[in-house]
Nanobody
Framework: VQLQASGGGLVQPGGSLRLSCAVPAFTFNHYDIGWFHQAPGKERERVSF????????YYVDSVKGRFAISEDVTKKTSYLEMNDLRVEDTAVYYCAAGTLSIFGNDWAVQPDYWGQGTQVTVSS
């Protein structure tokens, strides 16, 4: 199963980028789809996911109010709109398909499939 991520680049602090991830149809229909990132020297961390089939969105606190996840069901594509980017958002971003677990106001995800990473660099 191959997810195809794209849309990374170099942007100044305060700027915006939109990442896209094309997902195979079976995977899109049967898994929760979302995004991780991995900053230099750090572990890969969850960023945002959408629950299938409710469509409910989940974000880590550091991106709430700045990032927005969405899906195009007909195109089987996930999007991560990133606004007000900060230097600390610099990382390789990976789309993933997996299974969400919800714990009250918190959430976790077990990823099963990955896309190739796309580099996001926020720098002046």
């Amino acid at each position: 199963v191959q997810l195809q991520a794209s849309g990374g680049g170099l942007v100044q602090p305060g700027g915006s980028l939109r990442l896209s991830c094309a997902v195979p149809a079976f995977t899109f229909n049967h898994y929760d789809i979302g995004w991780f990132h991995q900053a230099p020297g750090k572990e890969r961390e969850r960023v945002s996911f959408i629950d299938n089939p409710s469509g409910k969105e989940y974000y880590v606190d550091s991106v709430k109010g700045r990032f927005a996840i969405s899906e195009d069901v007909t195109k089987k594509t996930s999007y991560l709109e990133m606004n007000d980017l900060r230097v600390e958002d610099t990382a390789v971003y990976y789309c993933a398909a997996g299974t969400l677990s919800i714990f009250g106001n918190d959430w976790a995800v077990q990823p099963d499939y990955w896309g190739q990473g796309t580099q996001v660099t926020v720098s002046s």
